[in-house]
């Protein structure tokens, strides 16, 4: 493990090189990223025999024709409008191959758990897309198939991000990365403040992109402008973020904790930088009131024009297009102690370990990923190209609104946390662990002394004895 770590620190450190050129440059930048949504402990699950994938029924398929389905999860009908249309250009362009696309999502069970009770049953898409963090859930199952072997001439690692690629070419027997090849990564994004300017001027406050240009956007001009905006009163918050692991932890990143030791064998959500995060943020709700409850959906009141600054990706970008009528943008999440530290999300097209195609899967998966696709995913608004490349960030920046485009890959330059599976333990029993500690401090219902001798003693038993 550490000489993993080793590796992956230098990996990292060629990421960040990468990054902070794209930041001045106008050049590269890092998944995904579609939000990767909080996922539940599954009982272990193991992948049934080879069986032939579910053909199209939309339209009939010619005799020499491969069916493959695959999945995303997608946000919103815009969102399923471009990757149904792409999934016809794709369809016209790969030779002998039919595709259905399905788009993702439950009301019951979460993304990820049906796409596992669908693999045990055999049911389940030949290709479809997963978050950061569930890679090596999938992958140490045997849900998923390692691509390394398919992998044609002209691919290459190098075009896509060393964040993401790091753990998409973990071997968890080797210890070692760039053995295999779990997929391919479809975006990144990072997190941003998206503002409500009208409220913030109603309010009286500077403008955070102004104060963020000048090195000044920190948590204390943060929480100024939250008090402003949450004195107009009425059913108006300062600010909101929703419930889910990213966003407690942006606060415990910025502060100069993490999540896990520097081997990511076991919880350091305890240790006192990760603490004073979280005492930040847990001030924001229950000292000064300034945030929506946590637990609630911060999302419809933001968009109602009632919330001054709403956390979130990329990915919420589209929804506030369509729907806001205030004057809107984004901005750097805030300077804590430890920096403006984002995370750097990301998500990755796989392949279902017993699709009956493994080749036209692969074929399916790289047309996904390439630069045109990437290219049409991003303009919609929900995400960033995974793959290294000047045009594609020049490309980003003009798919506006929102005008401050920068503010992402300004957060991608800053040391971004890469989420990444727990290779040494189980990711979603870390995850269900550790959200009910988040949600009980930030409510107010945990003293943020109990917190602190408390939140690892479940969470440790994520991880590999």
């Not at 000489?3 to 450190?13: A, G, H, T, V």
């Not at 199209?56 to 919103?76: G, K, Q």
């Not at 929506?292 to 968009?303: A, M, Q, R």
């Not at 990915?315 to 804590?336: H, L, N, Q, Y």
């Amino acid at each position: 493990m550490q000489r993993m770590q080793r590796r992956f620190s230098w990996i990292s450190l060629i990421a960040i090189l990468t990054l902070a050129l794209a930041a001045c440059g106008g050049g590269t930048t890092a998944q995904p990223t579609t939000a990767p949504a909080p996922t539940e402990a599954s009982a272990a699950t193991e992948a049934p025999a080879p069986t032939e994938a579910a053909a199209a029924t939309e339209a009939p398929v010619a005799m020499d024709e491969v069916a493959l389905r695959w999945r995303t999860r997608p946000d919103n009908q815009a969102e399923i409008d471009v990757y149904s249309q792409i999934s016809s250009e794709i369809d016209a362009q790969l030779d002998n191959i039919s595709l259905t696309y399905e788009p993702g999502g439950s009301e019951t069970s979460s993304y990820q758990d049906v796409l596992k009770t669908e693999l045990s049953a055999g049911t389940a898409p030949d290709v479809f897309w997963i978050p950061g963090t569930d890679i090596a859930d999938f992958a140490t199952r045997g849900l998923i198939l390692d691509l390394r072997d398919l992998a044609d001439a002209d691919y290459n690692d190098s075009d896509f991000y060393p964040g993401p690629m790091f753990h998409l070419t973990f071997n968890p027997e080797t210890g070692m990365t760039g053995e295999t090849l779990w997929g391919l990564p479809r975006d990144v994004s990072t997190f941003a403040l998206y503002l409500n300017n009208d409220l913030i001027e109603q309010a009286g406050a500077e403008d955070p992109r102004v104060l963020a240009a000048n090195g000044e956007w920190t948590w204390d001009k943060f929480l100024e402008t939250a008090i402003a905006v949450n004195n107009l009163g009425g059913d108006v918050k300062g600010f909101g973020m929703n419930a889910w692991w990213a966003n407690p932890g942006l606060f415990i990143n910025s502060a100069g904790g993490g999540f896990f030791n520097e081997d990511r064998t076991a919880c350091a959500l305890d240790s006192d930088a990760s603490v004073a995060g979280m005492e930040f943020a847990s001030r924001l709700y229950n000292e000064f009131g300034v945030a929506v409850p946590y637990g609630e959906d911060s999302e419809p009141p933001f968009l109602a024009g009632n919330v001054g600054m709403f956390l979130n990706g990329r990915w919420a970008t589209p929804g506030t297009r369509a729907s806001a009528e205030f004057d809107w943008d984004v901005v750097d999440v805030p300077i804590g102690p430890g920096g403006a530290r984002s995370w750097l999300f990301w998500g990755a097209y796989v392949v279902n370990a017993n699709t009956a195609h493994p080749e036209e899967a692969w074929q399916l998966v790289r047309a996904l990923t390439t630069a045109e696709t990437q290219s049409k995913i991003a303009e919609l608004g929900a995400n960033i190209p995974s793959r290294v490349s000047d045009a594609a960030i020049q490309a980003f920046l003009t798919y506006t609104p929102p005008a401050n485009n920068q503010a992402f890959i300004n957060n991608l330059a800053n040391d971004p946390a890469i989420e990444g599976p727990l290779w040494a333990g189980s990711w979603p029993e870390f995850d269900a662990a550790t959200g009910s500690k988040f949600t009980a401090l930030l409510n107010g219902d945990l003293t943020l002394e109990d917190y602190q001798a408390t939140v690892c003693e479940e969470a440790n038993q994520a991880f590999d004895q």
